[in-house]
């Protein structure tokens, strides 16, 4: 007895082999990161026309994910889904801002911390030169008096 067709019909699952959408994905993070077919190729170790097919949506091992991830510097839930670590993403411009403008506050504390020693260090040779003036002044009166 022949089994069922399901030719045309939609199984509900979503297939890993055909997804034009990842593709997209692939092909949006490698303009981005400045690779061409052939340097993406040479990257992962891999031929030239296995990217067309992974640009066309075909299907690829766990293994190639996780290279093409590294290599894009994304992640392999990016890559297969679509779901974007966009908190990272955002966050990260947010980040190096204030750690700079951290660096730049350290910066001017070490400038004040600087500028400070050098004022204790004149205020003490004052307070130093002020108080040799004191004792020989006593001096002086005492050999008057």
């Known amino acids: 007895m022949p089994k069922p067709s399901n ?20 092909r949006e993070l490698m303009r ?4 061409d077919n052939s340097s993406l190729a040479r990257a992962v170790g891999r031929d030239r026309s296995q990217i067309y097919r992974w640009l066309d949506g075909k299907s690829m091992t766990g293994e190639v994910v996780g290279q093409l991830a590294q290599e894009l ?3 392999r839930t990016f890559i297969m889904t679509g ?17 700079e403008k951290l660096s730049e506050f350290v910066d001017a504390l070490a400038d004040q911390q600087t500028e400070l020693l050098s004022e204790i260090s004149s205020l003490r040779s004052a307070l130093e030169d002020q108080q040799s003036r ?10 008057s008096g």
Do not use: F, N
């Open 7 to 26: 030719a045309g019909k939609s199984t509900g699952k979503k297939s890993m082999d055909d997804d034009v959408d990842r593709g997209d994905r692939i």
């Open 32 to 35: 981005t990161r400045g690779h």
């Open 73 to 75: 510097e994304t992640t």
């Open 83 to 99: 779901t974007h670590p966009d908190a990272v993403d955002r966050a990260t411009p947010v980040l190096e801002a204030s750690v």
């Open 134 to 143: 004191q004792a020989r002044g006593r001096r002086g009166q005492g050999d």
